[in-house]
Structure formats: structure tokens, C-alpha cells
């Protein structure tokens, strides 16, 4: 089962030189670098497009898809008290008064 095993990726696949070996993966995304692509056609895997997918598995089984961070977004930096965090970092006015001195908080208040 884990030889016809389709990985889906919602976004880029780039190439990390710091891989030696990449076994044979079947891979669909949004888009590939080019040496991504050739990187997995070069080891027997495929890189499909999400069409192509969709005529060879129209149901989605056997597909695994890939997930980054939830939270990863530079709002969530802000959100106070959720998740556990005990700190959250302030929202501060962007412009002329930018520098060392202007907009710094102190420890968060009580």
C-alpha cells in the first residue's frame, strides 16, 4: 500500500541539496521547482498536478496530504493567552516614529 502512496502538498516543492538520497515518491503539488521535478523523476517517482490526481484518484484514498504549522501566521503572534501562551507580542504603529526608542512595551502589564 505505501508503494502507491500519493503525497499531496498544497503549495511549492522545492529542491534541499542537504538530502543525499530521496527515495522513489509519488508527489503532487501546486507547483515544482524544476530541480525538485527532475530530482523525483530521476529516483522513479512522479510529480503530478492536482488535475492529474484527480482523473487517477478521484476519491483521494491512498493519498497522504501534507500539513505545515497551523499558527505559523504572524497574527497569531499576537493573540494573548490562547494556546498556552502566557505572553503575546503588541500590535505597534508602523511610520515615521520607527526606531529604537518609539513603540516599546515593558514586560506585559497585570
Not at 40 to 64: S, V, Y
Amino acid at each position: 500500500v505505501t508503494k502507491d502512496l500519493i503525497h499531496v502538498v498544497v503549495g511549492t516543492v522545492t529542491d534541499d541539496e542537504r538530502f543525499l538520497k530521496i527515495p522513489k515518491l509519488n508527489v503532487c503539488a501546486l507547483r515544482f521547482t524544476k530541480t525538485a521535478k527532475a530530482r523525483i523523476i530521476k529516483n522513479g517517482g512522479r510529480a503530478l498536478t492536482f488535475d492529474q490526481l484527480a482523473m487517477e484518484r478521484p476519491t483521494g484514498c491512498h493519498t497522504l496530504l501534507i500539513q505545515g504549522r497551523r499558527h505559523n501566521r504572524e497574527a497569531c503572534r499576537h493573540f494573548h493567552g490562547l494556546r498556552g501562551r502566557l505572553s503575546a507580542v503588541p500590535y505597534v504603529r508602523k511610520g515615521a516614529k520607527s526606531g529604537r526608542k518609539f513603540e516599546r512595551t515593558k514586560h506585559r502589564r497585570r
